[in-house]
Nanobody
Framework: QVRLVESGGGLVQAGGSLRLSCAASGGTFTTYAMAWFRQAPGKEREFVGGISVSGSSTYYANSVKGRFTISKNNAENTVYLQMNSLKPEDTAIYYC???????????????WGQGTQVTISS
């Protein structure tokens, strides 16, 4: 089991950028695939993107492709989500999660952070 702590959320205007961080501890980070999910009020948790165990492969939801970038720093036990060209519909709580492979289903992931709020104003 790994403990995950997200940070970096906040309030920005549409068109702006944010970088979220997810720091891992208590597990062997190099053996985990990591993903970001988000959940807006009244909506289901949705897959944003993921990165493979090695970090060589990344996957994105169509809604964020070309705007968001996931990276993984094994030396720092941290995964990042760089978010550019933000839109009001990106407003949500963002969660990082760990598993042995990347899928878009939240059920795949056994370890979750507490979430960080991202709010985009129009």
């Amino acid at each position: 089991q790994v403990r995950l702590v997200e940070s970096g959320g906040g309030l920005v205007q549409a068109g702006g950028s944010l970088r979220l961080s997810c720091a891992a501890s208590g597990g062997t980070f190099t053996t985990y695939a990591m993903a970001w999910f988000r959940q807006a009020p009244g909506k289901e948790r949705e897959f944003v993107g993921g990165i493979s165990v090695s970090g060589s492969s990344t996957y994105y939801a169509n809604s964020v492709k070309g705007r968001f970038t996931i990276s993984k720093n094994n030396a720092e036990n941290t995964v990042y989500l760089q978010m550019n060209s933000l839109k009001p519909e990106d407003t949500a709580i963002y969660y990082c999660a760990a598993a042995n492979r990347v899928t878009s289903s939240p059920n795949t992931y056994s370890d979750w952070g507490q979430g960080t709020q991202v709010t985009i104003s129009s």
